[in-house]
T-cell receptor, first 115, second 111 residues
Framework: AQSVTQLGSHVSVSEGALVLLRCNYSSSVPPYLFWYVQYPNQGLQLLLKYTTGATLVKGINGFEAEFKKSETSFHLTKPSAHMSDAAEYFCAVPKPPPGFQKLVFGTGTRLLVSP | KAGVTQTPRYLIKTRGQQVTLSCSPISGHRSVSWYQQTPGQGLQFLFEYFSETQRNKGNFPGRFSGRQFSNSRSEMNVSTLELGDSALYLC??????????FGSGTRLTVV
């Protein structure tokens, strides 16, 4: 079954430092992959979406993710962290057909940004 | 374009009561799905509706139910509430597999 694994439940960075949040998908290449961000007491906001054929995907708020088939990875990066980036980040993949395609989420990574 | 609207934002209920949560999807979106988020279990799929039909259901007891109306608005109901039902309930609407837009959620606290 299609799934994603997020390594690291917490990541701490200093303001201005590189942000790297890891996500690996299960063996078969999914048609879509998503990164969502969740701020405290909020719902999920779509950061970016991978579609088949893309390699580097740019999202909102300066985030981007690189799809690497050889590593079954879709890691999220941002060159310079800002205090406002402190939130929880989720990688997700749609369950493949047949049948309804629900989203399967990783366990999430909480990003902590220190001044 | 209005986003996904969930009401109410916060609810406090007593064990044994029942509760109904509402979700209004983005205009034109016919698919509405529900997720439960808890610190221990993370984000778990509850069910999904498309054109008033439930297409899939997650591994939740029968106390959790839902429905969708002809205008695509959806409700979920939880009967005989338990303490463990305390969670953030998220609704997502979609026009296909390429995009899921989430609402702000309903925070349910069972006391």
């Amino acid at each position: 079954a299609q799934s994603v694994t997020q390594l690291g439940s917490h990541v701490s960075v200093s303001e201005g430092a590189l942000v790297l949040l890891r996500c690996n998908y299960s063996s078969s290449v999914p048609p879509y992959l998503f990164w969502y961000v969740q701020y405290p007491n909020q719902g999920l906001q779509l950061l970016l979406k991978y579609t088949t054929g893309a390699t580097l995907v740019k999202g909102i708020n300066g985030f981007e993710a690189e799809f690497k088939k050889s590593e079954t990875s879709f890691h999220l990066t941002k060159p310079s962290a800002h205090m406002s980036d402190a939130a929880e980040y989720f990688c997700a993949v749609p369950k493949p057909p047949p049948g309804f395609q629900k989203l399967v989420f990783g366990t999430g990574t909480r990003l902590l940004v220190s001044p | 374009k209005a986003g996904v609207t969930q009401t109410p934002r916060y609810l406090i209920k007593t064990r044994g009561q029942q509760v109904t949560l509402s979700c209004s999807p983005i205009s034109g979106h016919r698919s509405v799905s529900w997720y439960q988020q808890t610190p221990g279990q993370g984000l778990q799929f509850l069910f999904e509706y498309f054109s008033e039909t439930q297409r899939n259901k997650g591994n939740f007891p029968g106390r959790f139910s839902g429905r969708q109306f002809s205008n695509s608005r959806s409700e979920m109901n939880v009967s005989t509430l338990e303490l463990g039902d305390s969670a953030l309930y998220l609704c997502a609407s979609s026009s296909g597999t390429s995009g899921y837009t989430f609402g702000s959620g309903t925070r349910l606290t069972v006391v």
